[in-house]
């Protein structure tokens, strides 16, 4: 057998076990009697046979072939990819909270009860909200929940509204939200210094407009510093405002999204408060609301009655249930336990360590690569690889050669009226001499374009893989193993 061998199923060897599972005291039962013969197979699995540390081994470098947040710096503009505490793992996978069943009488759930109770109190100290759903399993699904809520609002009061606006430099889901929830679109232009153009906002807003999507601060990175104005606009037809609360990291224990004028707001707990993130879940994005538009939450909330936590239902006006029983737990009480572990001032530093990150990373690399939009800059900022393409290398040659230095790429290309954009979000998780490394590293690519452009167009070269031909591999990805 190879050492090299890609497939766990190149590693079986006939006959060799992992683990050797005493004799059942189960009385046998044949399967056909309960079970479809269609449903049952006529000759055995064909299962890998290795032992344990073999096993583990394989998966474990298996892990090493992607980058991920606890191998190194994961500056992903947009998604706030900060270190996982190990804390929050070990609350979860306590048996009190991992052996719990959701079909479990409220009496013998009172502890998870308790939490999810405590946890909806904690997002409505840090948003200034009334009340907050945990219920939805991503931003995505968060920004679902509250424009249905939005329609909700305006029906009860005898309205049909066909228009949500957002901003040109909107998340993707955003505009997908909006259609998805039965509405159009209208687009906001940004001003001179990449914020809300508010003359444009002005033209856009009539009675048929049901509320504004707005992430805070925006996708440049900067703080919507009129966000009290376009409030007012909106306000000023019974609109609704929407904070995505995608770069919420920016704002914790600083300011509140109810202050700002926000009516609703997502909060993704995979982002702001350290739960995993990516590979399509579970996340939670709990929606944040004001008084008036409470009773069209998604239920069941939950209550505390005489020192006891309840389900409650709610009323008619409810948008109903959005997802199976009360959300992606396990990521409830990771968040639940990173913040407090942090507490409101360990929060604030947080925030404050998030800003001062990204600004000393934009300033180490300002001189070489342009930040168009550089005043202002919160927890992220927007780089312009521009100088760089003329003298022969694209912000994707420039992302490739990063994998080569060991680090994830930045988000590129968004958003898009930032010519080859490179976003980066180094947030609070990383130290100074992280932050050092990584801009050396930029820098030093930016040196090679002069020295040598031809292997920045060929990296990366030390990955498992190497550079494909992405839209042949978009159009006709290949997903079968070859040896």
């Known amino acids: 057998m190879s050492k090299s061998a890609s497939i766990i199923f190149d590693k079986s060897v006939k006959g060799r076990m992992g683990v050797k599972l005493p004799a059942s005291q189960v009385p046998s039962v044949e399967l056909s009697k309960n079970i479809s013969s269609a449903l049952l197979r006529e000759i055995p699995a064909e299962l890998p046979e290795i ?13 090493t072939k992607n980058h991920h947040v606890d191998k190194d710096f994961y500056p992903l503009g947009s998604c706030t990819m900060k270190y996982n505490p190990k804390i929050n793992d070990v609350i979860a996978s306590m048996p009190g909270f991992a052996g719990l069943h959701p079909d479990q009488p409220e009496e013998t759930t009172q502890g998870a ?37 939005m329609k909700k609002y305006h029906e009860k009061n005898g309205e049909n509204r066909k228009y949500i606006i957002i901003p040109e430099t909107a998340h993707g889901t955003n505009p997908a939200s909006v259609i998805l929830g039965g509405f159009k679109t209208r687009q906001v232009k940004s001003d001179s210094r ?6 444009d906002l002005k033209s856009k807003v009539d009675a048929e407009v049901a509320g504004m999507m707005l992430t805070q601060p925006n996708t440049l990175g900067l703080f919507e510093d009129n966000i009290e104005e376009i409030s007012s606009i909106i306000h000023s037809v019974d609109g609704l405002m929407y904070m995505d609360g995608a770069n919420l990291n920016a704002l914790v224990g600083l300011v509140r999204s109810a202050d700002m004028g926000f009516d609703i707001t997502h909060i993704n707990l995979h982002k702001t408060f350290s739960t995993p993130h990516g590979g399509g879940g579970p996340g939670a994005g709990p929606i944040g609301v004001v008084g008036k538009l409470v009773p069209f939450l998604p239920v069941p909330m939950i209550d505390k009655v005489d020192n006891e936590y309840t389900l409650n239902f709610g009323t008619d006006d409810s948008i109903g249930r959005i997802h199976t029983f009360f959300g992606n737990f396990g990521i409830l009480v990771r968040a639940w336990v990173y913040i407090r572990s942090l507490g409101e001032e360990g929060l604030k530093e947080m925030t404050k360590m998030a800003i001062l990150n990204a600004n000393y990373l934009k300033v180490r690399l300002q001189d070489k690569y342009e930040v168009p939009f550089s005043e202002g800059t919160m927890h992220e900022f927007v780089a312009s690889g521009l100088k760089q393409k003329e003298r022969g290398i694209k912000v994707l040659d420039i992302a490739k050669s990063l994998l080569d230095y060991g680090y994830h790429a930045p988000t590129i290309y968004f958003p898009i009226n930032i010519p080859e954009a490179i976003m980066m979000e180094p947030t609070e998780s990383e130290t100074k001499e992280t932050l050092d490394s990584f801009a050396d590293a930029m820098l030093e690519i930016d040196d090679r374009i002069s020295t040598d452009p031809e292997s920045l167009k060929e990296a990366p070269i030390t990955t498992p893989v190497r550079r494909l031909d992405e839209t042949k591999a978009n159009r006709e990805p290949n997903l079968r193993w070859t040896k």
Not at 55 to 63: A, G
Not at 130 to 148: K, Y
């Open 51 to 63: 032992t344990e540390p073999e096993v583990v081994r394989h998966f474990v470098n298996l892990s």
């Open 113 to 149: 009860l308790q939490l999810m109770y405590e946890l909806e109190q904690m997002m409505k100290k840090i948003t200034g909200m009334s009340r907050v759903t945990l219920q939805p399993s991503a931003g995505s699904q968060g920004e679902f929940v509250g424009i249905l809520m």
């Open 194 to 199: 990449g914020r809300v153009d508010i003359e």
